[in-house]
């Protein structure tokens, strides 16, 4: 099964509930070459959060949120250790760091560059930083000092963009990952599901992504928070089918790709892993470190009560 145009694509997301298990069985198939029965664990940071002078919709962290979030600015070495050293322990993929806000200063870049060596030289662990625009100097010191990947998502597509956001342009984001890409980096670019957008928008998105043609490819599912202007949105729609479809889809447009289930797994496809392990090859262990230790080996164990095995990555 070959998808090209976007009217291929939108027959995919158009199958009925009945026609699924062929299509899962078709992805599979994809999914076994390219990826074996393995799944990659990657753990999740949250490096800085809230203050964020932006206005994305979704986001808790954003100028416009009233999210009851906790607000801090860099996290300290020991907390970023801490966790490395859980990455490093449990052998998992990759210590993902997210950091909020959309620009950073050269002091806030050097400072972060210089945890990120602490970290690479006592850890030895895959490094993935979520962060958005930087500029090519800044983006070089952070690959001198050891990150390997960053995550820079699209969010949806560019018609869409601007219901989303209005204080940076879909073109900012497309532009910064064609800049880390020039400088050597991998690139995680994903988007969300669930933000009010058409299956037009989902298709759209795809492609641009298939065009970036990024290592990984989070998918996430929004889950409206408290406080966000997103926190009323419909999502009746994202049944665990809808949501299959959805993954199915991208490997089948990014068949060589790590394609993750990121947001929202737990919600929309609980029950449902083994269906999603036929499209998905990555996931996040669930919550963050300090507050759910355990969600490492719960995670673990959902992968391999599927029949899959979680994959362990050597750091680069
Ligand atoms: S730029 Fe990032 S941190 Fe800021 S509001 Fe948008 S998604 Fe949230």
Redesign the pocket.
């Known amino acids: 099964m070959t998808v090209e145009t976007t009217e291929e694509a939108l027959a995919i997301l158009d199958l009925t509930n009945e026609e699924l298990p062929e299509l899962l069985n078709v992805v599979y198939s994809i999914r076994k070459k390219y990826k074996g029965k393995l799944v990659g664990v990657q753990l999740l940071t949250n490096a800085r959060s809230g203050n964020?002078?932006?206005?994305?919709a979704?986001?808790?962290?954003?100028?416009k949120?009233e999210a009851d979030i906790k607000k801090y600015k860099l996290v300290s070495s020991e907390k970023l250790l801490n966790d490395g050293n859980i990455a490093f322990e449990k052998k998992l993929a990759r210590h993902c760091i997210g950091l909020?806000?959309?620009r950073f200063s050269n002091t806030e870049i050097d400072e972060f560059a210089n945890e990120i060596k602490n970290l690479k030289n006592k850890t030895h662990t895959a490094i993935c930083c979520s962060i958005?625009l930087l500029t090519p100097e800044q983006a070089k010191k952070l690959k001198d000092a050891g990150v390997d990947r960053i995550n820079h998502n699209l969010?949806t597509s560019e018609s869409f963009y601007q219901n989303i956001?209005t204080t940076?342009s879909y073109k900012d984001r497309v532009d910064n990952i064609k800049m880390l890409q020039g400088i050597g980096f991998e690139i995680c670019c994903g988007g969300i599901i669930g933000l009010g957008e058409s299956k037009n928008d989902i298709v759209e998105m795809l492609l641009s992504i298939r065009e970036i043609n990024p290592q990984a490819v989070p998918i996430n599912f929004l889950v409206p928070i408290k406080g966000t202007q997103l926190e009323s949105a419909d999502i009746t729609h994202l049944t665990a089918e809808y949501c299959l479809k959805i993954l199915c889809l991208t490997r089948l447009l990014l068949p060589k790709s790590d394609i993750r289930c990121a947001a929202g797994r737990e919600i929309y496809l609980k029950g449902k892993e083994k269906e999603m392990f036929c499209a998905v090859d990555s996931i996040f262990a669930s919550g963050y470190l300090t507050t759910d230790g355990s969600g490492v080996d719960e995670t673990i164990k959902v992968i391999k009560d599927s029949g899959f095995d979680y994959y362990i990555e050597s750091a680069t």
């Open positions: 964020c002078s932006e206005n994305c979704y986001c808790a962290q954003s100028n949120s909020s806000g959309i958005d969010n956001c940076h």
